[in-house]
């Protein structure tokens, strides 16, 4: 059974940074791209950052909107994936989600999400 | 970035009906279009795949279909359960979704 794991979220200060985590299980890491898409309380949905696999070299890319301020990571050895997000803004309040992406970046697996609000 | 417009915004419909929602992309997206499922307090379940390819474990009466740049997806015999918030999103490029759809029972 696939199982993804967010670990991370919490209350941060505009300005702070945080490290978000996603533990991953019942399936060959190694084989997938990894995500993370983001939802503001009531709204919908957005696509902030991929990793893709060994195959592809570790390429990654980020959303417009907040690239230069995000990072994705990935070890393959603990099968887990990572985002760090730094200069915080209130509008990054947010539930994030971590998901599995085949070759066609559809996410085929989400994790249950991880709460982040950013207030002072 | 493409942008994805979905309509309704919202829907009631009863028991037994059929449903369709709408998805447009601002340009072709080539068949690169997913559907998923979103539960209040949960998070969102692939339901469609390239454009209408069924995701493992969803049920038959869920398809999609469309081509360019329209898009949709059908719920046949609406159940209690298929309650819930509905989005497209296109993968031809950097992925974007549609504003979603939300679905009650009348």
């Known amino acids: 059974e696939v199982q993804i794991l967010e670990t991370g979220g919490g209350l941060v200060k505009p300005g702070g940074s945080l490290r978000l985590s996603c533990a991953t299980s019942?399936?060959?890491?190694?084989?997938?791209?990894m995500n993370w898409v983001r939802q503001a309380p009531g709204k919908g949905l957005e696509w902030v950052a991929q990793i893709r696999n060994k195959n592809y070299n570790y390429a990654t890319y980020y959303a417009e909107s907040l690239e230069g301020r995000v990072t994705i990571s990935r070890d393959d050895s603990k099968s887990s994936v990572y985002l760090q997000v730094s200069s915080l803004r209130a509008e990054d309040t947010a539930i994030y989600y971590c998901t599995r992406s085949a070759y066609g970046s559809y996410f085929d697996y989400w994790g249950q999400g991880v709460m982040v609000t950013v207030s002072s | 970035d493409i942008q994805m417009t979905q309509s309704p915004a919202s829907l009631s419909a009863s028991l037994g009906e059929t449903v369709t929602i709408e998805c447009r992309a601002s340009?072709?997206?080539?068949?690169?279009l997913a559907w998923y499922q979103q539960k209040p307090g949960k998070s969102p379940q692939l339901l469609i795949y390239?454009?209408?390819s069924l995701h493992t474990g969803v049920p038959s009466r869920f398809s999609g279909s469309g081509s360019g740049t329209q898009y949709s997806l059908k719920i046949n015999s609406l159940q209690s359960e298929d309650v819930a918030s509905y989005f497209c999103?296109?993968?031809?490029?950097?992925?974007?979704f549609g504003g979603g759809t939300k679905l009650e029972l009348k």
């Open positions: 340009e072709d997206i080539y068949n690169g």
């Open positions: 019942g399936f060959n890491f190694n084989d997938y791209f």
């Open positions: 999103q296109q993968y031809y490029d950097y992925p974007t």
């Open positions: 390239n454009a209408n």
